[in-house]
């Protein structure tokens, strides 16, 4: 039997709470805005909720990337 749930869209899939850096970010838990930071998560420093990043934190060294197919331009020696 195949499905007829439509394909899933973010714009339509309602509010996430999210840590957004460089502003005031107040727990959903506490209240609080003091948090620690991870590579993935904050984490409210006194009640312990985490909150995704809205960064993404998917860029940096040694990650695991797909192959692409474009060559890399040569390094100016």
Same mark, same amino acid.
């Given at each position: ?8 869209? +973010?714009? %339509?899939?309602?509010? %996430? +709470? ?5 502003? +005031?970010?107040?727990?959903? !838990?506490? !209240? ?6 991870? %590579? ?25 990337? !797909?192959?692409? !197919?474009? +060559? ?6």
């Amino acid at each position: 039997m195949a499905s007829t749930r439509p394909p899933f869209a +973010i714009g %339509r899939s309602g509010y %996430r +709470i999210a840590y957004y850096a460089h502003e +005031i970010n107040h727990c959903p !838990g506490c !209240g609080k805005s003091h948090w620690l930071m991870g %590579r993935m998560t904050a984490e409210c420093a006194y009640c312990s909720t985490a909150l995704p990043l809205n960064e993404g934190a998917m860029v940096g060294n040694g990650l695991f990337r !797909g192959k692409t !197919g474009k +060559i890399p331009a040569p390094l100016a020696a």
